[in-house]
């Protein structure tokens, strides 16, 4: 990400970004926390609500962030999926690593494999939180 964000000129150098929600799941801009799942439970946490600006945040797709995480090929829809299970000899580490270029396309995907549109999760890395940014913070025990 702190790659990505240097090459799109919203940092000059690279540095260590900071993760937040842009849309939670496509309705809400925040999490619900009373739900489970945000930390482990009983953890303490903090929810600070802050106003950016979309051109000084790198915005992609959480779920897809995932093929990411676990060095997966980054598959269009089911058919693509079904496709590189079977021939797995076609994919190799450069294949894979561009793959995951797809996530920053916010559109990218069908709707049978990634949900619709408005209903996607997306998150968004920021360089730096200024304190005038902040409008609200939030203390919380994780449930």
């Known amino acids: 990400m702190a790659e990505k964000m240097q ?4 940092t000059r ?4 970004p900071v993760w937040a929600w842009y849309a939670y799941d496509g309705k809400r801009k925040k999490p619900d926390l009373r739900c489970s799942g945000h930390l482990p439970r ?3 946490g ?14 992609s797709n959480f779920d897809q962030w995932h ?5 997966w090929y980054l598959c269009r829809d089911d058919k693509e999926d ?5 021939h797995p000899q076609r994919l190799n580490k450069a294949v894979v690593r561009k ?5 920053f396309d916010l559109t990218f995907g069908s709707v049978d494999l990634w949900g619709p549109m408005n209903e996607r999760p997306i998150q968004a890395c920021v360089p730096i939180i200024y304190n005038h ?4 913070v939030i203390r919380f025990i994780a449930r």
């Open 133 to 136: 940014q902040i409008h609200n």
């Open 42 to 44: 009983g953890s303490k």
């Open 7 to 10: 090459e799109k000129g919203i």
């Open 82 to 86: 079904a496709h590189f299970e079977k």
């Open 99 to 103: 793959s995951w270029d797809k996530i």
């Open 67 to 71: 093929a990411v995480l676990n060095d």
């Open 46 to 59: 903090v929810c600070i609500a802050f106003d950016g600006c979309e051109n000084e945040a790198l915005l």
């Open 13 to 16: 150098k690279r540095t260590y």
